[in-house]
T-cell receptor
């Protein structure tokens, strides 16, 4: 039973355009969400996070939106760059600050940004 | 400043054997979490070590055990290997078991193949 779902295995976007990666969750107890980027032969790298008390968090070209009623979050990358090509994982946790080790990950979306 | 390091990089074992994977946390970090990432899946939480004790555990059988040393490095042991144990094993470190999830750093992983 997948609690965090990334239904798009892959996404291809033109350089300079917007990339939108989606994530759905089923556990209403989740109160903190994160996005990670992973290049081949490297571990996941933290990108951006959002707590359930917010509906938007921005960091440079990256913005995460949270819709609690729909149990849906999305990551927007604007503008997309070829260096953004990687696998993106959505992760969730409950008990923010108390269970930081126990992250529940989605299966990932492979983003390809074409020059 | 060295990040999280893991050894070995790759490992091949046969069914029924035992394996030990090693992790050195990022300098200044005292908490280590282990994840298993099967092919095409997201990382799955195995357990977390803090102050040389297992603090949290995911849904993994007792064949998976670990240890944390006084210098905060950690080992993951898997007994009676099964074909399904083939995966990338990721180690993540942070400062404090209650730290914000954003501050968790992942190592590059150990690729275990069970034949």
């Amino acid at each position: 039973d997948q609690q965090v779902k990334q239904n798009s295995p892959s996404l291809s976007v033109q350089e300079g355009r917007i990339s939108i990666l989606n994530c759905d969750y089923t556990n209403s107890m989740f109160d903190y969400f994160l996005w990670y980027k992973k290049y081949p032969a490297e571990g996941p790298t933290f990108l951006i996070s959002i707590s359930s008390i917010k509906d938007k968090n921005e960091d440079g070209r990256f913005t995460v939106f949270l819709n609690k009623s729909a149990k849906h979050l999305s990551l927007h990358i604007v503008p997309s760059q070829p260096g953004d090509s990687a696998v993106y994982f959505c992760a969730a946790t409950r008990g923010y600050g108390g269970s930081q080790g126990n992250l529940i990950f989605g299966k990932g979306t492979k983003l390809s940004v074409k020059p | 400043d060295a990040g999280v390091t893991q050894s070995p990089t790759h490992l091949i074992k046969t069914r029924g054997q035992q394996v030990t994977l090693r992790c050195s946390p990022k300098s200044g970090h005292d908490t280590v979490s282990w994840y298993q990432q099967a092919l095409g899946q997201g990382p799955q939480f195995i357990f977390q070590y803090y102050e040389e004790e297992e603090r949290q555990r995911g849904n993994f059988p007792d064949r998976f055990s670990g240890h944390q040393f006084p210098n905060y490095s950690s080992e993951l042991n898997v007994n009676a290997l099964l074909l399904g144990d083939s995966a990338l094993y990721l180690c993540a470190s942070s400062l404090g078991a209650l730290a914000v999830p954003d501050t968790q750093y992942f190592g590059p992983g150990t690729r275990l193949t069970v034949l």
